[in-house]
């Protein structure tokens, strides 16, 4: 007869522990295939628990296919698949990695998270829970399903003045990914240019793939097209709109030689990053590249990390048409990245005007808040040392630091008071000596209230 | 004074059309920055509406930030990026692709998605909304939430004999987007092997990613050691837990050779696909290769694409400990692909044991279905001119067919007749006469009912 110490302690039930130690029993081998299990009655006696109990243990099995019934004959073991092998339960990791604390942190520029209406989304994705119900659990097209495609559509339309068909929209689980489909589509052969200073996981996922990948400087207008036309380059990587981390707008001039040159060559594109398009404050808007480009050479990146969330893992790129015709006739087996209820919650989200408002509303919030990081500073100890650089940046700005202390230097010492900052050329492949001293304020993320204290730090460490 | 033509039509109301007049104006730029626009009073004289009308239409483009109001003086246009180009709407593709309807299907290997307990599925989810509330908007670890590794190292530690760190698991948006980490992380320069006949899209994303692929032929245990060693292959991918779609599973021996070919040379490595391993049916369970792998030769994949649903994309794999550093160390720019709020359901729905319910039930009707499928073969007038080979298959079973009719040939018969064949040389890179008129018959997603007249159709066509 099956005997368990089955302890009556608060955590688990009786019936719990019970049906516990015959699973493990069931799994471990040591009771058989169609193994007859004891009656009800016996096994409450044996064990001196209650009927109901065994009862409720048993029927948990059955619910679970571990143990079927035939009627008038009894409780069986059912065929289920074994552990083969005795087992050591897998050592888990019990604690987080822990992240350092600082007083404030520079390095990362989230957007803030704090207006974001959660409370809306929420409902949305109930919403979307109720009415897709079990067709969330079919497959989208593989480039994105059809109600995303084209509410992003209408928002570029309305927000960005663009003009695209959703058909050539393609959604992926992250801009990253979609750099390394682009890739799959152009060619890995190819040679690709990217910014210097710039956004450096760019490269890095082209160095990963073992992409050729030369840096080329930027002059006050952005990416010089002149040290491009010296390069061996065939596909330029840039963000026109606002680049990271110098905050350069690309004028109108500088993107038509950029066309110029890739119509200059078969096989030449720009992939456009707009990736935060959205949170420019001030000057009148400049068209995309992809909406001046007449010859398809553009192909237009953005994500909905910064708008959104991060986590949410939703982007986007607009291929040419005939880009949009190879990737479908050569990499249409690859399915969709992001789960379907992702994309109808986002749809609906956009369509219902929610996304605009919250976009509409974080603006708002960013500017108070720059301007209130920004008279602070002017205000502080700080501000005879350094010149503030406002640019035309949306969730950062720059500030020229007066000092002879290196910036790796600066950054050792700040550190050490909790401060972590990051300067400009975190962000040079080649150094240039023009970028030292130039510290990157990314205020979106900042505890406002700690500023005072951290401006008299960092005057303090400069002096 | 703004004037608009405000329909009384039944589809939006007044202060909606309105407000859509008003914004229209300001994003095209007819209405200038800080243009002060009529009183309330006066435009409802103006327009012959309400005075509340204008109200709500005004509070609206308030709150989504195209007006700003201040005391006293009116309502001015806000701040906004105008549409600096006449447009046009976007086409927008009004017709999903029409997808052709068969009789029968058989090319679709789906799983029962009837089986899928989609109300569970949907209350965790809301379970998920309300305690995590924000923190669905942080990201999780690069390589997958713990919430949801540690669930995967409890359930294969379970259910699959598996004793693995969850440290060691790296979740993504796909197997298909590991398979590309995976190159990355091994390196493109290598030669990768394939088996022949096997899951094709494998060697397609090899190809793309324009790495040296080669095909091996199997033999009755599987994928021959003797012509991998007369290839250039490093690599090797394979399924020994169930091939698809001979159904080989790979006895001790053979695994054991290619465990040993992989020790014998620096660099060798061993992808182990376990995709469906869940739907074993009968014959006791081997261990998979990286449990019995002691020298990190290994990697493992599996996914819940087919036990849960494919628009869920969240695979994972299990790397060897020296491999997970090297990610870590070159990779971990990459963040995870798939949402935190699909992580977290998945882990819930994996810990509160529903899965494995879920699994369980999802066997049993796999085998009844399996099981009349078969004896409605057996009894069917096709049942002289086949032999079925049940193997140990999961989703599907193989069928010999005694004809002279070349497979491609059957193929358009009986597809004009409704049915689609797929055939075992549907899945072989290098023709091999032993495999000709084989039907594959992946029967779990079919509609049983229809299955009588399906099988006098084939019969009809193969006499």
């Known amino acids: 007869m099956l005997t368990y110490n089955l302890e009556r302690n608060s955590k688990t039930s009786l019936y719990e522990s019970l049906y516990i130690f015959i699973k493990h029993d069931i799994l471990s081998g040591r009771l058989k295939n169609d193994e007859r299990l004891p009656s009800k009655r016996s096994l409450s006696q044996h064990l001196k628990v209650s009927v109901i109990t065994v009862e409720n243990a048993y029927a948990q099995l059955i619910a679970e296919g571990y143990v079927y019934a035939i009627e008038k004959k009894g409780y069986f073991v059912s ?4 552990n083969t092998r005795s087992l050591k339960m897998p050592a888990l990791r019990k604690t987080q990695v822990t992240q350092k604390e600082y007083l404030m942190d520079f390095q990362q520029n989230s957007v803030f998270s704090e207006s974001f209406p959660f409370t809306v989304w929420a409902k949305t994705m109930r919403e979307i829970i109720l009415e897709q119900d079990k067709k969330l659990l079919q497959p989208v097209d593989f480039n994105g399903s059809l109600e995303l495609r084209e509410a992003i559509a209408q928002y570029l339309f309305h927000f960005r003045g663009m003009s695209v068909n959703s058909e050539n929209i393609v959604i992926g689980a992250g801009t990253e990914y979609l750099y390394n ?4 589509l152009l060619g890995k052969e190819k040679t690709y240019a990217v910014e210097n200073p710039g956004y450096t996981k760019v490269s890095k996922i082209y160095g990963i793939n073992g992409i050729m990948c ?3 400087n930027l002059d006050s207008k952005g990416l010089s097209v002149n040290c491009l036309r010296n390069s061996k380059a065939d596909i330029v990587h840039i963000s026109p709109a606002h680049h990271y981390p110098t905050g350069i707008v690309m004028p109108v001039g500088r993107r ?3 066309l110029k040159w ?8 720009i992939l456009e990053d707009d990736y935060d398009s959205e949170f420019r404050f001030v000057g009148k808007p400049i068209p995309t590249l992809f909406s001046t480009d007449y010859n398809q050479k553009v192909i237009y990146f953005n994500t909905f990390s910064k708008t959104i969330a991060p986590s949410i893992r939703i982007s986007y790129m607009i291929l040419p048409t005939h880009l949009f015709e190879k990737f479908n006739t050569q990499m249409n087996f690859y399915s969709c990245t992001v789960p379907s209820f992702e994309q109808y919650t986002l749809a609906r989200f956009i369509n219902n005007g929610s996304f605009e408002k919250h976009i509409n509303r974080t603006k708002k919030l960013c500017r108070q808040k720059r301007d209130a990081v920004i ?10 040392k350094v010149t503030i650089n406002e640019e035309k940046s949306g969730l ?26 990051v300067f400009m050329t975190d962000y040079l492949f080649t150094p240039e000596e023009k970028y030292a001293h130039i510290l990157i304020f990314n205020y979106s993320g900042i505890d406002i209230s700690r500023l005072h204290e951290v401006l008299q730090i960092l005057s303090n460490l400069i002096k």
Chains 1, 2 share one sequence.
């Open 181 to 184: 489909l682009i890739t799959q």
């Open 396 to 421: 950062h700005f720059l500030i020229k630091i007066d000092t002879r202390i290196p910036d790796n230097e600066l950054k050792l010492l700040a550190e050490k008071k909790g401060v972590r900052l």
């Open 79 to 82: 065929l289920v698949e074994k």
């Open 262 to 269: 890739a119509n200059e060559k078969e096989g030449r594109y």
């Open 214 to 216: 030369e840096h080329i």
């Open 256 to 258: 038509q030689s950029l």
């Open 375 to 384: 008279s602070a500073i002017r205000e502080s100890p700080l501000s005879d």
